[in-house]
Nanobody
Framework: QVQLVESGGGLVQAGGSLRLSCAPS????????MGWFRQAPGKEREGVSC???????????KYADSVKGRFTISRDDAKSTVYLQMDSLQPEDTGVYFC????????????????????WGQGIQVTVSS
């Protein structure tokens, strides 16, 4: 069982930055593909970004079109942590952000599908004021 804990959310003005962190429990972090999702009020959960595991045959980072060029995903396997650096935040980025992990790995073509991920954090609020 993998437990995911997000941190780093909060309130920021439009144009500002936040960095989310997710630290899964367990000793096999490096084997997991890690994703970030978000859910705005009244909307479905959507994929924001994903990074493959180091051991995956297919190495990739993926982003939703709405965040490309503004968000950066990274992982530090030594610290068992995945990060989401969010710059130039806009009010439409407001929502609850979830960290997700998948042990077998997520094919890049479906990285945005929540069904691909086995483990989820409880979510953390990000609010961007205009």
């Amino acid at each position: 069982q993998v437990q995911l804990v997000e941190s780093g959310g909060g309130l920021v003005q439009a144009g500002g930055s936040l960095r989310l962190s997710c630290a899964p429990s367990g000793r096999t972090f490096s084997r997991y593909a890690m994703g970030w999702f978000r859910q705005a009020p009244g909307k479905e959960r959507e994929g924001v970004s994903c990074i493959s595991s180091r051991s995956s045959r297919e190495q990739y980072t993926k982003y939703a079109d709405s965040v490309k060029g503004r968000f950066t995903i990274s992982r530090d396997d030594a610290k068992s942590t995945v990060y989401l650096q969010m710059d130039s935040l806009q009010p439409e980025d407001t929502g609850v952000y979830f960290c997700a992990a998948d042990g077998p790995g997520v094919p890049s073509r479906v990285w945005y599908s929540a069904a691909e991920y086995d483990y989820w954090g409880q979510g953390i609020q990000v609010t961007v004021s205009s």
